[in-house]
Protein backbone atom coordinates (compact mmCIF):
# COMPACT_ATOMS: atom_id res chain seq x y z
CA UNK A 1 0.00 0.00 0.00
CA UNK A 2 3.14 2.54 0.31
CA UNK A 3 3.89 2.11 -3.19
CA UNK A 4 0.35 2.74 -4.07
CA UNK A 5 0.31 6.22 -2.19
CA UNK A 6 3.52 7.64 -2.24
CA UNK A 7 4.38 6.19 -6.31
CA UNK A 8 1.05 5.28 -8.15
CA UNK A 9 -1.68 7.61 -6.28
CA UNK A 10 0.38 10.75 -7.11
CA UNK A 11 1.43 9.87 -10.62
CA UNK A 12 -2.64 9.22 -11.01
CA UNK A 13 -3.46 12.78 -9.50
CA UNK A 14 -0.70 14.35 -11.61
CA UNK A 15 -1.91 13.15 -14.86
CA UNK A 16 -5.98 13.64 -14.32
CA UNK A 17 -4.66 17.55 -13.34
CA UNK A 18 -2.57 17.50 -16.17
CA UNK A 19 0.66 18.23 -14.73
CA UNK A 20 2.22 15.12 -15.60
CA UNK A 21 5.07 14.94 -18.10
CA UNK A 22 5.60 11.21 -18.99
CA UNK A 23 9.69 11.99 -19.85
CA UNK A 24 10.21 13.09 -16.12
CA UNK A 25 8.44 10.07 -15.00
CA UNK A 26 11.17 8.05 -12.17
CA UNK A 27 9.43 4.83 -13.16
CA UNK A 28 9.34 4.67 -16.85
CA UNK A 29 5.63 3.65 -18.04
CA UNK A 30 2.87 4.27 -15.32
CA UNK A 31 2.44 0.50 -16.27
CA UNK A 32 5.35 -0.96 -14.48
CA UNK A 33 3.58 0.52 -11.08
CA UNK A 34 0.88 -0.96 -12.00
CA UNK A 35 2.38 -4.13 -12.86
CA UNK A 36 3.63 -4.41 -9.38
CA UNK A 37 0.55 -3.50 -7.33
CA UNK A 38 -1.29 -5.75 -9.75
CA UNK A 39 1.13 -8.30 -8.70
CA UNK A 40 0.63 -7.96 -5.01
CA UNK A 41 -2.77 -7.58 -5.53
CA UNK A 42 -2.59 -11.58 -6.74
CA UNK A 43 -0.31 -12.45 -3.67
CA UNK A 44 -2.68 -11.02 -1.04
CA UNK A 45 -5.88 -12.63 -3.00
CA UNK A 46 -3.90 -15.84 -2.89
CA UNK A 47 -2.92 -16.03 0.60
CA UNK A 48 -6.92 -14.84 1.65
CA UNK A 49 -7.99 -17.91 0.01
CA UNK A 50 -5.37 -19.82 1.06
CA UNK A 51 -6.67 -18.88 5.20
CA UNK A 52 -10.51 -19.35 3.80
CA UNK A 53 -9.49 -23.22 2.61
CA UNK A 54 -8.02 -23.48 6.01
CA UNK A 55 -10.72 -22.23 7.98
CA UNK A 56 -13.25 -24.44 5.93
CA UNK A 57 -14.58 -20.71 4.08
CA UNK A 58 -13.99 -18.71 7.66
CA UNK A 59 -16.74 -21.11 9.33
CA UNK A 60 -15.91 -21.82 12.75
CA UNK A 61 -16.62 -25.15 14.65
CA UNK A 62 -19.46 -25.29 16.66
CA UNK A 63 -17.43 -24.88 20.34
CA UNK A 64 -15.46 -22.43 19.20
CA UNK A 65 -14.89 -19.22 21.21
CA UNK A 66 -16.10 -16.25 20.46
CA UNK A 67 -13.02 -14.72 19.60
CA UNK A 68 -12.29 -17.10 17.50
CA UNK A 69 -15.30 -16.40 15.42
CA UNK A 70 -14.98 -12.65 15.70
CA UNK A 71 -11.45 -13.40 13.67
CA UNK A 72 -13.47 -15.74 11.43
CA UNK A 73 -15.66 -12.77 11.00
CA UNK A 74 -12.94 -10.53 10.77
CA UNK A 75 -10.98 -11.96 8.07
CA UNK A 76 -14.50 -13.29 5.86
CA UNK A 77 -14.98 -9.15 5.72
CA UNK A 78 -11.36 -8.72 4.73
CA UNK A 79 -11.84 -10.95 2.18
CA UNK A 80 -14.69 -9.35 0.90
CA UNK A 81 -13.16 -5.80 1.03
CA UNK A 82 -9.83 -7.04 -0.51
CA UNK A 83 -12.40 -8.32 -3.78
CA UNK A 84 -13.88 -4.84 -4.34
CA UNK A 85 -11.02 -2.85 -3.77
CA UNK A 86 -8.45 -5.10 -6.18
CA UNK A 87 -11.54 -4.75 -8.44
CA UNK A 88 -11.94 -0.89 -8.50
CA UNK A 89 -7.40 -0.73 -8.56
CA UNK A 90 -7.49 -2.99 -11.74
CA UNK A 91 -10.40 -2.37 -13.57
CA UNK A 92 -11.00 1.24 -13.30
CA UNK A 93 -8.42 3.03 -12.08
CA UNK A 94 -5.43 1.13 -13.42
CA UNK A 95 -7.19 1.36 -16.85
CA UNK A 96 -8.19 5.10 -16.46
CA UNK A 97 -4.22 5.51 -15.51
CA UNK A 98 -3.16 3.82 -18.72
CA UNK A 99 -5.54 6.04 -20.82
CA UNK A 100 -4.34 9.19 -19.30
CA UNK A 101 -0.94 7.81 -19.46
CA UNK A 102 -1.46 7.24 -23.58
CA UNK A 103 -3.01 10.66 -23.65
CA UNK A 104 -0.07 12.45 -21.84
CA UNK A 105 2.22 11.15 -24.75
CA UNK A 106 0.69 11.81 -27.25
CA UNK A 107 -0.10 15.28 -26.74
CA UNK A 108 3.59 15.47 -24.96
CA UNK A 109 4.74 14.16 -28.86
CA UNK A 110 2.49 16.86 -30.03
CA UNK A 111 4.14 19.84 -28.31
CA UNK A 112 7.59 18.40 -29.47
CA UNK A 113 6.77 18.19 -32.67
CA UNK A 114 4.72 21.29 -32.73
CA UNK A 115 7.73 23.54 -31.05
CA UNK A 116 10.92 21.61 -32.77
CA UNK A 117 12.60 23.65 -35.59
CA UNK A 118 12.33 22.31 -39.34
CA UNK A 119 14.80 20.47 -41.25
CA UNK A 120 15.94 24.05 -42.58
CA UNK A 121 15.72 25.53 -38.40
CA UNK A 122 12.68 27.53 -39.06
CA UNK A 123 10.15 27.22 -36.40
CA UNK A 124 6.74 25.99 -37.10
Not at 64 to 93: P, S
Request: glycine share 4%; net charge negative; proline share 4%.
Amino acid sequence: MRKEETVLFPLCRQMEQGTFNPAESHCGSVQNPIRVMMSEHDDAGEALEQIAQLTDNFTPSADACNTYRAMLDGLAHLRRDMHQHVHKENNILFRRAVTFWERGKISTAVDATLHAPLSDGAKR
